[in-house]
Structure formats: C-alpha cells, structure tokens
C-alpha cells in the first residue's frame, strides 16, 4: 500500500497570509491526525479526524482549522499566518479502531 | 509535568552495544505507548507499539511497560551506526484522547563505529 502523502513538501509564505495544507491517508485509513513539530515545543497534537467529523482538538488558536472529506483526505488551513507559525506539520493516518498512526513526510512551512 | 518526559540526550553508544532509552508519562489512563525513529529531516517512523504490561520483542528491538511505575522503555540489541537518530515515546492518554498522540521531546542516540 502507499503510505500517507502530504502536498507540498514546502511553503513559503509572509505573515498575514493563509496557507492550506494537503493529506491523502493510507487506503483504508478513516482517521486522520496533525501535528505541528518545532525546534522549541516538538511535536504536539492539532486535531483528528474521522468520518468527515473532528473528534480531538488540540490547544492551538482559531486560526488552525481543519476538515475532511467523504474519501477521507484531509486539508488544514492556517490563517493570518505568524512567525511563530514556522514549523514541520505532520499527518498521521490509522485504521478504524486501531490507535497506531503511520505519519506521512510532512510540510515545512516557512513564514517570513 | 510533562505529560510525557524523554532525556534528551544525547545518549551516546559504541557500536554492537545495548541502546536504553526510557520515558516517563503522567496519565495513569494511558493504554497505548509508542516509539518512533525519527532521522534528521524525516517524519517519524513506528518502531513498536505496547499496550500490556512486559516485554514486547521485535527483532533487535524490545519495549517494556510498566504500568504501575508509569515508565516505558525501549532496547536496541547490537546497536548500528544506522540506528543514530531521535527516539521518540508517544502516548495515548484515557478517555477521550482519541487519536491524540503525546510525544515526549525525544532522546538522541548516537551509534560510534
């Protein structure tokens, strides 16, 4: 099976913008979870989806959102981006009922 | 506290020596643990996962879990210049953290040949 993809790899962008941000999970795969991994505070938990519903978030601002479709694809989108917003942001996907994520290769996101 | 803590290192080894890395987590509701690989510029990559108590082998490497004392830890058996990179634990907590992984910082294993 293919593992998960991200789109794109990278991104260049200035403050104030948006950026979107693509995941297609693993075939089969329902649920999918990002993440954001910073020098400084590592890899901590955005949110999860699964079903098209998010079921976790995590304690980031309104400017972090997210959705999924019915095949399971998932974007973020980051609103009137901030420096502090520079990072590495990972998807993970897993099967229905089962808790292991399988991470994709990520996209760094830079803002300038 | 840390939900989940990792020494950072680096933990430094010779080559063919046992690795130990450990974790320490805070959630008594956690019932998933997690090791991943993560190489310099790379996403991370499952090692194992354990969810009972003992040992849990695969190939050269074992996870072992104590629930009571909160701690998890990994052993690389004849470790490999190959196998320097960061380890790190991640942990699902009790109820309602569906999907939700806790990682620690992560430990830093360094191989010398």
């Known amino acids: 099976k293919a593992g998960v993809t991200q789109t794109p790899r990278y991104l260049i962008k200035t403050r104030g913008q948006q950026v979107t941000l693509s995941c297609s999970p693993i075939s089969g795969h329902r649920s999918v979870s990002w993440y954001q991994q910073t020098p400084g505070q590592g890899l901590q938990f955005l949110f999860e989806y699964f079903s098209e519903t998010q079921r976790n978030k995590g304690n980031f601002p309104g400017r972090f959102s997210g959705r999924q479709f019915s095949n399971s694809r998932s974007e973020m989108n980051v609103s009137t981006l901030e420096l502090g917003d520079s990072a590495l942001y990972l998807c993970?996907?897993?099967?229905?009922?089962?808790?292991?994520?399988?991470f994709g290769p990520g996209t760094r996101l830079l803002v300038l | 506290q840390k939900e989940v803590e990792q020494n950072s290192g680096p933990l430094s080894v010779p080559e063919g020596a046992i690795a130990s890395l450990n974790c320490t987590y805070s959630?008594?509701?956690?019932?998933?643990f997690f090791w991943y690989r993560q190489y310099s510029g790379k996403s991370p990559e499952l090692i194992m996962s354990?969810?009972?108590?003992g040992d849990k082998e695969d190939g050269r490497f074992t996870a072992q879990l104590n629930k009571a004392s909160q701690y998890v830890s990994l052993l690389i058996r004849d470790s490999q210049p190959s196998d320097s990179a960061t380890y790190l634990c991640a942990v699902i907590g009790g109820s309602g953290n569906t999907g939700k992984l806790i990682f620690g910082q992560g430990t830093t294993l360094q191989v010398k040949p």
């Open positions: 959630d008594r509701g956690s019932q998933s």
């Open positions: 354990i969810y009972s108590n």
């Open positions: 993970a996907s897993s099967e229905q009922g089962r808790e292991t994520q399988y």
